[in-house]
């Protein structure tokens, strides 16, 4: 699989997961939503590498590490183009584009300073939805506000 | 009633259109007999974190008529929280001493939070700017009863569409029942497009106005709202509005003989004197309408009627 190498520009892992087509801004939202801060696996980056499609992107491979997809798609909410590629012995073993997800809890702030959320202990839950143009949105299960994409902070 | 037995009401979306005409039905039984003793022995929490005197005598004037008993507070001062307590500390300790808790909080979502948490049901009367559906119930039964239905209503609301709740939840319940919408406001308070997009996803209309005697001659109800001046970024913009939103009586010359006028209270002056002897003003009416629909909340949740 030659085309494998040229896609992989930051050095390639034998066993692991790469995500691939990351909006260059979101590189670091993307590691804190999978909390690659925290881990013990090897973890290579990179941002503005050059993009046939999108122009400037960032990658980020995480070696030895699988994810679930719950997790996974979380990512969908910065990186909403963003390609997931399971690597087993140095071979694609899954490619697949990034779903955003029903639900996301935890990690999103809610943008109303009213919202119970901010002012008590509480951990946020929002439902994904969109609205008739088709943007993204975020509906509070709290103070049942909905917030765009603009508003969007994380934890 | 077994489908409200134990649970929570908490925004108006909670309850089907099955569930919604259940207690209005059981709000009119309690009208022809609101004297009832269903609630001896049963102990009603009842936790305003913030003032609502209109909301809670109507809650404790339901239990009471029931011949339930109160316990709670009618502010934050008085009570633990100003101690620093949290909510959920607060609900759970109250939740020991009561078969059920009518709460009103300044917090949106403090009361989808407070269900979570709490092993009693949780009524909430109130959660910020967020929702308060036992005055949504209490005008979805004070339009039954005057129109003779819920169905295909004309109402036009009137005032603060932007940020009022009573307004929001009150479209989120009519749209269940084939609701066409009148909304007249000044520009900058116009009716959010999430709460339009619940009309449209209904497949029902909406019409908007700026004028209000627009909408006096074809609509069944009159939903008059408060405008607040500290609503306006620009108070050159409320000087100029304030005084085209408020009903005189002469106004009505015209409408419908079957047209009620409706108001959340408390009015400050959208509504003049002079309206309240037209046998079109139900305001009054509608906020006693508010102990029938309590006394049927509370029965149904605590699965006594
Ligand atoms: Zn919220």
Sequence with gaps: MNNKRTELKVSAIRNGTVIDHIPTESVFHVFKILNLDKTKNQVYFGTNLDSKKYGKKGIIKISDKYFEDEEINKIALVAPKATLIEIKDYDVIRKENVQLPEYVDKIVKCFNPKCVTNNQNVTTSFKVTRDHKGNMKLYCKYCEKTMSKENIEFV | ?305
């Design chain 2, 1 to 305: 009633m077994s489908k409200m037995k134990g649970r929570s009401l908490i925004s108006i979306t909670d309850y089907t259109k099955e569930d919604i005409l259940k207690i209005l039905d059981l709000a009119e039984e309690f009208e022809k007999n609101p004297r009832q003793n269903i609630l001896n022995g049963h102990v009603i929490a009842s936790l305003f974190f913030e003032p609502s005197t209109r909301t809670r005598l109507s809650f404790e004037s339901a239990v009471q008529y029931l011949g339930g008993r109160i316990v709670g507070f009618a502010s934050a001062d008085t009570s633990s929280v100003k101690k620093g307590e949290s909510l959920k500390d607060t609900i759970l300790t109250v939740s020991n001493y009561s078969d059920l808790i009518v709460m009103r909080n300044p917090l949106d979502g403090s009361a989808r939070f407070a269900s979570e948490v709490s092993p009693v049901p949780i009524i909430n009367a109130g959660d910020g700017a967020n929702q308060h559906p036992t005055q949504c119930l209490l005008d979805l039964y004070s339009i039954r009863k005057t129109q003779g239905q819920l169905e295909n209503i004309e109402i036009a609301m009137v005032g603060d569409l932007k940020y009022g709740r009573t307004v929001h939840s009150l479209v989120q319940a009519l749209s269940l029942f084939n609701a066409k919408f009148h909304f007249v406001s000044p520009e900058s308070l116009k009716m959010p497009s999430s709460v339009k997009t619940v009309i449209k996803n209904a497949g029902l209309e909406y019409f908007q106005y700026t004028e209000l005697s627009d909408v006096i001659p074809f609509t069944d109800i009159l939903y008059m709202t408060r405008i607040q001046g500290e609503r306006f970024p620009d108070p050159l913009e409320y000087e100029k509005v304030k005084n085209s939103y408020i009903l005189t009586n002469s106004m009505l010359e015209g409408s419908k003989e079957t047209m009620k006028v409706l108001h959340p209270l408390p009015r400050v002056n959208e509504i003049t004197e002079d309206v309240d002897d037209n046998p079109k003003a139900y305001y009054f009416q509608q906020a006693r309408n508010g102990v029938y629909v309590r006394q049927a909340l509370i029965a149904a949740i605590l699965g006594l009627k």
